[in-house]
């Protein structure tokens, strides 16, 4: 396993206490200008703590995107620090910015999947460019192809499975490693709502395992109704982050239930869906 | 051990879907490997030759038979003494008579002589042939009419005046002409490995951008490109001294018995050509695909 090496090779050991307790995602002040001079993000100042799950939301270039691409050390920012788990990132060295990566995973609403492999070695992909052991690779896989719930496909390529398996497949590349902080930008861009429930489903169930997960949307409904810490960002800025509790300790499958009933879909509505990834869950 | 595998199984998946570019670049290779396998040779040959002539170009000056001995060596000593002379060589009048026995086929005309009527003299050879006109003026200062500057010297046998400068000329000209078809040869295959690379980032760019995701390293971005651009020199290497060493068995070997000029090729080495030219494809392919990724790879 990835991870417990990680840990073993990092630093002595009050780093590592301290790196435990600062928050997961830290934003001081940051700012971020665009050449040309579009500013898409203005002084965001914003803590997320581990195993929290997150919403970032607003309209369409309001810097959820910039955000992300940020956290990836896609983008640099202009001004301010961004700091994971207690350390800057914009300090990072260039041969570093690939280690960042390996503990943040990423899923988009395009999938970004490759076309010309299966299912299994989609997965397995994220897991050989990072030089795993193909007995890593081996145990690890299946295992996460099992969590997501397409054990059955395999060997299917991706323009052979529905938008919400080959989300699926996306949601599992991304956390085939167990990174600690997942991002998902827009996971359900391109869903129906039944398919979104059962992706945001998904994600929870990878936030129970203690990662922390954040989720770029603009789907207010979904947001509202599943009643989690919101950040709304709006021209730039955060507008609203509230935090609302009451439903931290449901399972993922009273999650479920919860999210078809507020939405008005699920049991009553399976007929307006494909029932695909629906059925698979349970 | 498995990432080489990796690399190499990416690089050939890659070769594979960009089937056409990748032939074309292979092909420009082998051609270019080809024309370098058999200009080398060729250039060699040329330059062997006119060394060779160059070599035997020199000036020749007869002397009175009736000098004595310390004259001669005295003559030698200054003859020695003028720059650019490499060496002086004394041909007595029996050894010119040997060779004058030597250059006629109706061998009597030597054996009817009552005497030797040639004279003896001295060959003097130039460090470079640009140089003999110099020697000649030094010896004859008034042109070869005037007055000599030693006066056993008799005469100045007429040897391919102007002859070093032609060949020079030649030579030189070819070189140019060598060096700039070269020049393009591999800088088309550069262009061309470099532009099947290319293709191949842009077929792999989904690729590229889930390996930058997940967190590849930049080296492991790039690998199997190189290793992409190493396997178009070595194809097109390989293909190319199939061809050579075909060529040298069947038209090459046969005709040297009968042209010299060809024969002397041996000076060149054939494995010693392969080596140089199979590393040759391998580098100018590697160089090639690693300027396009530093170009076009952003990682």
Request: charged letters at 25%; hydrophobic letters at 45%.
């Given at each position: 396993m990835a991870k417990p090496k990680r840990n073993s090779k990092r630093g002595p050991a009050p780093r590592q206490s301290r790196a435990r307790r600062a928050p997961i995602i830290e934003l001081n002040d940051v700012t971020k200008v665009y050449p040309g001079g579009h500013m898409a993000l203005d002084r965001i100042n914003l803590s997320i703590g581990r195993g929290e799950f997150v919403f970032l939301v607003g309209p369409t270039g309001c810097g959820k995107s910039t955000l992300i691409k940020m956290l990836i050390r896609e983008l640099d920012a202009t001004d301010g620090t961004v700091r994971i788990a207690g350390r800057?990132?914009?300090?990072?060295p260039e041969k570093k910015i690939a280690l960042l990566r390996r503990n943040i995973g990423t899923v988009f609403q395009d999938f970004k999947?490759?076309?010309?492999?299966t299912v299994y070695d989609n997965v397995a992909y994220a897991l050989q460019v990072i030089g795993a052991s193909r007995a890593e690779i081996r145990e690890q896989v299946p295992a996460t192809l099992r969590l997501v719930g397409l054990s059955t496909k395999l060997?299917?390529?991706?323009?052979?499975?529905s938008g919400g398996e080959q989300q699926r497949v996306s949601v599992a590349r991304a956390f085939v490693n167990h990174p600690p902080l997942v991002l998902a930008d827009e996971p359900s861009g391109n869903l129906d709502p039944v398919t979104s429930i059962g992706i945001m489903q998904l994600l929870y169930r990878i936030n129970k395992t203690g990662t922390t997960v954040v989720v770029v949307t603009h789907d207010r409904e979904m947001v509202d109704n599943m009643r989690r810490r919101v950040i709304e960002l709006y021209e730039g800025r955060v507008v609203r982050d509230e935090v609302s509790g009451g439903y931290t300790e449901e399972s993922t499958k009273e999650f479920g239930l919860r999210m078809r009933a507020e939405m008005g879909v699920g049991q009553h509505g399976e007929g307006q869906t494909n029932g695909h990834d629906h059925e698979r869950l349970f | 051990m498995s990432r080489l595998i990796f690399f190499f199984k990416e690089a050939i998946r890659a070769l594979r879907r960009n089937g056409a570019p990748t032939l074309a670049a292979i092909v420009t290779t082998v051609v270019t490997v080809v024309l370098l396998g058999v200009l080398i040779p060729v250039f060699q040959t040329a330059q062997g030759k006119s060394d060779s002539i160059r070599d035997e170009l020199h000036a020749e000056y007869s002397i009175y038979d009736d000098a004595t001995k310390a004259e001669r060596q005295q003559l030698r000593g200054e003859l020695e003494a003028?720059?650019?002379?490499d060496r002086v060589v004394y041909v007595t009048k029996a050894e010119a008579l040997e060779r004058l026995r030597d250059l006629v086929t109706d061998k009597s005309i030597a054996d009817n002589l009552n005497s030797n009527p040639l004279p003896a003299s001295f060959e003097v050879y130039a460090d470079d042939a640009a140089n003999l006109p110099g020697i000649k003026a030094t010896v004859f200062p008034n042109g070869s009419d005037g007055k000599p500057f030693n006066p056993i010297v008799a005469k100045e046998f007429a040897e391919g005046d102007g002859s070093g400068e032609t060949i020079e000329q030649v030579t030189g000209a070819l070189k140019v002409v060598l060096t700039v078809i070269t020049a393009l040869l591999v800088l088309a295959s550069l262009m061309l490995v470099g532009n099947t690379i290319r293709l191949s980032i842009y077929t792999r760019r989904r690729e590229v951008e889930v390996m930058r995701l997940v967190g590849a390293t930049r080296w492991f971005i790039r690998w199997p490109f190189m290793i992409e651009g190493v396997i178009v020199g070595f194809a097109g290497g390989l293909v190319a001294i199939l061809i050579l060493w075909l060529g040298k068995i069947t038209i090459v070997d046969p005709l040297s018995d009968k042209f010299k000029l060809l024969a002397a090729q041996d000076n060149v080495g054939f494995p010693t050509l392969i080596v140089v030219l199979f590393a040759a494809s391998i580098l100018v392919s590697t160089i090639g695909s690693g300027l396009t990724l530093r170009r076009f790879l952003k990682v």
């Amino acid at each position: 396993m990835a991870k417990p090496k990680r840990n073993s090779k990092r630093g002595p050991a009050p780093r590592q206490s301290r790196a435990r307790r600062a928050p997961i995602i830290e934003l001081n002040d940051v700012t971020k200008v665009y050449p040309g001079g579009h500013m898409a993000l203005d002084r965001i100042n914003l803590s997320i703590g581990r195993g929290e799950f997150v919403f970032l939301v607003g309209p369409t270039g309001c810097g959820k995107s910039t955000l992300i691409k940020m956290l990836i050390r896609e983008l640099d920012a202009t001004d301010g620090t961004v700091r994971i788990a207690g350390r800057d990132i914009g300090a990072l060295p260039e041969k570093k910015i690939a280690l960042l990566r390996r503990n943040i995973g990423t899923v988009f609403q395009d999938f970004k999947l490759l076309p010309n492999r299966t299912v299994y070695d989609n997965v397995a992909y994220a897991l050989q460019v990072i030089g795993a052991s193909r007995a890593e690779i081996r145990e690890q896989v299946p295992a996460t192809l099992r969590l997501v719930g397409l054990s059955t496909k395999l060997n299917n390529y991706p323009d052979q499975l529905s938008g919400g398996e080959q989300q699926r497949v996306s949601v599992a590349r991304a956390f085939v490693n167990h990174p600690p902080l997942v991002l998902a930008d827009e996971p359900s861009g391109n869903l129906d709502p039944v398919t979104s429930i059962g992706i945001m489903q998904l994600l929870y169930r990878i936030n129970k395992t203690g990662t922390t997960v954040v989720v770029v949307t603009h789907d207010r409904e979904m947001v509202d109704n599943m009643r989690r810490r919101v950040i709304e960002l709006y021209e730039g800025r955060v507008v609203r982050d509230e935090v609302s509790g009451g439903y931290t300790e449901e399972s993922t499958k009273e999650f479920g239930l919860r999210m078809r009933a507020e939405m008005g879909v699920g049991q009553h509505g399976e007929g307006q869906t494909n029932g695909h990834d629906h059925e698979r869950l349970f | 051990m498995s990432r080489l595998i990796f690399f190499f199984k990416e690089a050939i998946r890659a070769l594979r879907r960009n089937g056409a570019p990748t032939l074309a670049a292979i092909v420009t290779t082998v051609v270019t490997v080809v024309l370098l396998g058999v200009l080398i040779p060729v250039f060699q040959t040329a330059q062997g030759k006119s060394d060779s002539i160059r070599d035997e170009l020199h000036a020749e000056y007869s002397i009175y038979d009736d000098a004595t001995k310390a004259e001669r060596q005295q003559l030698r000593g200054e003859l020695e003494a003028i720059p650019h002379v490499d060496r002086v060589v004394y041909v007595t009048k029996a050894e010119a008579l040997e060779r004058l026995r030597d250059l006629v086929t109706d061998k009597s005309i030597a054996d009817n002589l009552n005497s030797n009527p040639l004279p003896a003299s001295f060959e003097v050879y130039a460090d470079d042939a640009a140089n003999l006109p110099g020697i000649k003026a030094t010896v004859f200062p008034n042109g070869s009419d005037g007055k000599p500057f030693n006066p056993i010297v008799a005469k100045e046998f007429a040897e391919g005046d102007g002859s070093g400068e032609t060949i020079e000329q030649v030579t030189g000209a070819l070189k140019v002409v060598l060096t700039v078809i070269t020049a393009l040869l591999v800088l088309a295959s550069l262009m061309l490995v470099g532009n099947t690379i290319r293709l191949s980032i842009y077929t792999r760019r989904r690729e590229v951008e889930v390996m930058r995701l997940v967190g590849a390293t930049r080296w492991f971005i790039r690998w199997p490109f190189m290793i992409e651009g190493v396997i178009v020199g070595f194809a097109g290497g390989l293909v190319a001294i199939l061809i050579l060493w075909l060529g040298k068995i069947t038209i090459v070997d046969p005709l040297s018995d009968k042209f010299k000029l060809l024969a002397a090729q041996d000076n060149v080495g054939f494995p010693t050509l392969i080596v140089v030219l199979f590393a040759a494809s391998i580098l100018v392919s590697t160089i090639g695909s690693g300027l396009t990724l530093r170009r076009f790879l952003k990682v």
